[in-house]
Structures are given as C-alpha cells and as structure tokens.
C-alpha cells in the first residue's frame, strides 16, 4: 500500500516567519512530487512539482526533494495571513498510465497577523 | 485558457437516490481523473482515463458507481444507489501526458462538486 505521509497540524507561525511543512512517502519508484494548496471550502491549486534531488524555490516557496530519505518538505518565506489554507503534498510516478497521484491528509497552516 | 469545469457544484440526495457529475478538463488535457475527498483527507483517485479509455479504476466502487468519457472529451461520474458515506466533495482533475520521461502529470482540478447524502 502506497502512502503518503503528514503532520495534520495545525502549523501556527507569525507573520513574516518562514513555514515548514513536511511529507514521507512509502514508495521509492516515487519520480514526481507537488505540493498543493487547498483553501477551505475550496478545491486543490498546484503550487509546486519538483522532479530531481535538491531545491527547487518559486517565489516565497522552496520545495526540497530528498529520495534517499523519502521527504520532500515545502517552505514558504515571509509568511502572510493570505497563505493560511491547508497544504497537499502528493507523490506519483511518471506520465503515461503510471500518472495518478497518492495524496496526504494535509497539513493546516494558520500564519497569525 | 480556461479552467476544468464541473457541475454541478453541490448536490444534496437522499439515500438510495442516484446522481450524476460532469467535467469538461481543460483543452488538450488527454488525461481525465475523478477524485474523492471526504473532510479532512486528502483526495483519493477513483478512476483515471486517458482519452476514452480507462486506466485506471482499481478503487472505484463498481457496484455503485460508473464513469464514462465517450468522446474522449468531458466525462460523467454517476453514483446508484448512494449511500451515507458517499457524502464528500468530487473532484475533476486534468493533465496533459506525454509518453516516457519527462511527462511529469502535472494535474489541475476544477472546482469540486460538493455532495450530501441525508
């Protein structure tokens, strides 16, 4: 059984910190990682992929891949009150018919003003 | 360029009723997924086309639901009879894939129906 694994939270941080989030997946033929961002009541918005071992950074959001160890971790700089939603993180293989993803539960991220 | 579209947005039945979703996934998008999300999870697939053709199903309730793409293009999700526990929000999600490496399923979802079984 393919799993995808997070802190449910909540992850509470003051305006302007920077907001760490992490994800473990069980399956190592795992070749594509997003994250995705979820506002209550409303449906997933891709916010990251990442594809290769390191650092990936996109604006305020660096996405961080490590297969080795099976974690791949988002990280949002100076916070705002805005990026208070909950936060997806999925793993899947590569396209073709191996293209569905496995997604966590989530975690709540609440950045207090 | 437009969104993936679906309808419709909430849906209220009772049990034992039947009911019926569509999606129409973004323009060129050969590959068409239908998710369920139950509060407080994360969606879990429940069927996967590529064109008209499925790919995956492996955790669709078949007994109670059935989904279709005839024309490869938009796709409806039916459920008969539903249950209590079928109350979630569907979700229509789209992906253009190519073939072998480097065809990453980047996939995008449209706005969810959300669904109440009393």
Known sequence: QKEVEQNSGPLSVPEGAIASLNCTYSDRGSQSFFWYRQYSGKSPELIMSIYSNGDKEDGRFTAQLNKASQYVSLLIRDSQPSDSATYLCAVGNYGGSQGNLIFGKGTKLSVKP | ?118
């Open chain 2, 1 to 118: 360029e437009a969104g993936v579209a679906q309808s419709p947005r909430y849906k209220i039945i009772e049990k034992r009723q039947s009911v019926a979703f569509w999606c129409n996934p973004i323009s060129g998008h050969a590959t068409l997924y239908w998710y369920q999300q139950i509060l407080g999870q994360g969606p879990k697939l429940l069927i996967q086309f590529q064109n008209n053709g499925v790919v995956d199903d492996s955790q669709l309730p078949k007994d109670r639901f059935s989904a279709e793409r005839l024309k490869g293009v938009d796709s409806t999700l039916k459920i008969q009879p539903a249950k209590l526990e079928d109350s979630a929000v569907y979700l229509c999600a789209s992906s253009f894939v190519g073939q072998g490496r480097g065809s990453y399923n980047e996939q995008f979802f449209g706005p969810g129906t959300r669904l109440t079984v009393l």
